[in-house]
């Protein structure tokens, strides 16, 4: 059985990405989320989804502790969670920034520490960061998106420079650089404009990447952009 952790499940391509990974009966999907409506309604047809509620904003480790009890070890975590602020640099607050960082690059930071003890016991685990061609270097970027934006590229960062600490872990991590994908989020950012790639397309890649992209690649940023936006 392979334990696989995705935060950010509830809606776009992490909802996506939870119901094309549960459809395999040897996948114990582990879902983070503030709303878990949506996927106790799934729960329902796929009983290996396993839905919890959790703010990454506000750490429950008995959650996460709950979690390491049920499960014993972790093979794959996904990290897809993400906030977007849209805002000229003008005016955005210290709030704003804060928001973004604490979600985007320092929750990740929060689960790879908690869960490293629970992966690579048994095989090489996967961490797979859900990063943006916002953060990508020398992508075009847009007005409005600089908190976003420069969260996501701390990301990347956050995703080579740990790749040389986790691999004597037995833990390898990737993340890959997401272009325009018809999600709730990308309305908010480009409302007049159409994505390149729909939702349930990008958790194909997404599922399929986590399951086998790291015995491809490690420590690598990889864009995953038919456009932008």
Known sequence: MTNILLTGASRGIGYATAKLLTQNPHYQVITLSRNTQALLDLQSTQPNLFPFAFDLMNFDEQVLAQIKAQFGEIHILINNAGYLVKKP??????????????????????????????????????????????????????????????????????????????????????????????????????????????ASKAAEYIAWFALNGHSFHHGKVIPVAFGTP
Not at 101 to 112: A, E, M, P, R, Y
């Open 89 to 198: 640099f003008e005016q955005l607050t210290d709030s704003d920034w804060l928001h973004s960082f604490d979600v985007n690059v320092l929750s990740v930071v929060k689960l790879i520490k908690s869960f490293l003890p629970c992966m690579g016991k048994t095989a090489n685990a996967h961490i797979l960061n859900i990063g943006s061609m916002g953060g990508f270097q020398g992508a075009v970027k847009f007005a409005g998106l600089s908190a976003y934006s420069a969260s996501k590229s701390a990301l990347a960062n956050l995703t080579e420079t740990l790749s040389m600490e986790l691999l004597e872990k037995n833990v390898i991590i990737n993340c890959l650089a997401l272009g325009s994908v018809q999600t709730e989020m990308f309305e908010e950012a480009f409302p007049n404009a159409e994505a390149s790639l729909q």
